[in-house]
């Protein structure tokens, strides 16, 4: 039998300089997933920014569910956290009447947004006959 040999032994060993690069990249892959994790974290998205007007009484309505209707300075209007059109708004909120034929609703107007705009969604909530509807508003004196 013949016996094949290579000529030269060959030593396998991993050098600094290729383990800082194995190290270096997965920190760089690790620091990027969780950049990304953390700025489309749900939680994030789905602040509204809408600055409300300040009243000198507010009450608050309990007991009956409350579908949030925000509209933000740019005449934007929201359902809870989702985007509706304006074409769509009578739609989206007999939707959630279906679900629930007791739904109230609560009004958040940002204080900076045209008159305009909450004229539009008290005219859904008058065709839709909605009876329980509130306005949000901060407490003058509070923060």
Do not use: H, Q
């Not at 739609?91 to 947004?113: C, R």
């Not at 329980?132 to 509070?142: D, I, L, Q």
């Amino acid at each position: 039998m013949i016996d094949i040999k290579p000529k030269k032994n060959y030593l396998v060993a991993l050098e600094s300089v290729a383990m800082t690069d194995i190290v270096l990249n997965m920190f760089i892959f690790f620091f990027i997933s969780f950049s990304i994790l953390y700025t489309f974290n749900p939680a994030k998205i789905s602040k509204i920014d809408v600055r409300l007007p300040k009243a000198s009484s507010v009450v608050s309505i309990e007991g009956a569910e409350k579908a949030v209707i925000s509209i933000n300075r740019r005449g934007e209007y929201f359902i809870g956290d989702d985007k509706i059109k304006a074409a769509d708004l009578e739609k989206a909120l007999s939707g959630k009447l279906k679900e629930n034929a007791s739904l109230g609703v609560m009004l958040k107007v940002d204080d900076l947004a045209k008159f305009d705009s909450v004229v539009r969604v008290l005219d859904v909530i008058n065709a839709l006959k909605i009876e329980k509807v509130s306005v949000a508003a901060f407490k003058k004196g509070a923060k």
